[in-house]
T-cell receptor
Framework: AQSVAQPEDQVKVAEGNPLTVKCTYSVSGNPYLFWYVQYPNRGLQFLLKYITGDNLVKGSYGFEAEFNKSQTSFHLKKPSALVSDSALYFCAVRDWASSSNTGKLIFGQGTTLQVKP | ETGVTQSPTHLIKTRGQQVTLRCSSQSGHNTVSWYQQALGQGPQFIFQYYREEENGRGNFPPRFSGLQFPNYSSELNVNALELDDSALYLC????????????FGSGTRLTVV
């Protein structure tokens, strides 16, 4: 079964420090992986995706993610955190198992990032 | 280029009532998906529409239904509302192959009392 795990409910970092939000996945076939961010009472904002190509993917707002096929991980990173990065982050994978080629996304439970001034 | 817009932003309904949520997809996108996000959870796939037909469904009962219109906009209908239907409902549009990812709307917060 396709699945996504975000092992940390919450990540706390100090402003200016690097941050990592972890994600592991389980899929059949090649993974399409996504990171989204959600601010309070808002929808999901796209940060970045991995489809194919370089394992290091650069996205919006200075975020990047590293795809590691052997470890089935897709961790989100940022070299220097900002207070404004504080939000809820979701990792997602496209579900290839659907026979109808629906392309639905399977989301992790989310990780709350708190950046302290 | 317009993004995905959803309406209304908030609404409160009574258990047993029916509700219709609306979504306008991003320009150039022909596929619309609906997700339910309960408090403290990740979004869960409800169903997807392509060419005005349902094209895949998650683990939701038949009282959750939808429509897609020729302009690719969509509606989510929920009948016989239950308290557990209280959630943020998200609409996402994409191209058919999803290669460029999904664009989400800001959601409709439904509260069932």
């Amino acid at each position: 079964a396709q699945s996504v795990a975000q092992p940390e409910d919450q990540v706390k970092v100090a402003e200016g420090n690097p941050l990592t939000v972890k994600c592991t996945y389980s899929v059949s076939g090649n993974p399409y992986l996504f990171w989204y961010v959600q601010y309070p009472n808002r929808g999901l904002q796209f940060l970045l995706k991995y489809i194919t190509g370089d394992n290091l993917v650069k996205g919006s707002y200075g975020f990047e993610a590293e795809f590691n096929k052997s470890q089935t991980s897709f961790h989100l990173k940022k070299p220097s955190a900002l207070v404004s990065d504080s939000a809820l982050y979701f990792c997602a994978v496209r579900d290839w198992a659907s026979s109808s080629n629906t392309g639905k996304l399977i989301f992790g439970q989310g990780t709350t990032l708190q950046v302290k001034p | 280029e317009t993004g995905v817009t959803q309406s209304p932003t908030h609404l409160i309904k009574t258990r047993g009532q029916q509700v219709t949520l609306r979504c306008s997809s991003q320009s150039g996108h022909n596929t619309v998906s609906w997700y339910q996000q309960a408090l403290g959870q990740g979004p869960q796939f409800i169903f997807q529409y392509y060419r005005e037909e349902e094209n895949g469904r998650g683990n939701f009962p038949p009282r959750f239904s939808g429509l897609q219109f020729p302009n690719y906009s969509s509606e989510l209908n929920v009948n016989a509302l239950e308290l557990d239907d209280s959630a943020l409902y998200l609409c996402a549009s994409s191209t058919r192959d999803n290669y460029y990812g999904y664009t989400f709307g800001s959601g409709t917060r439904l509260t069932v009392v």
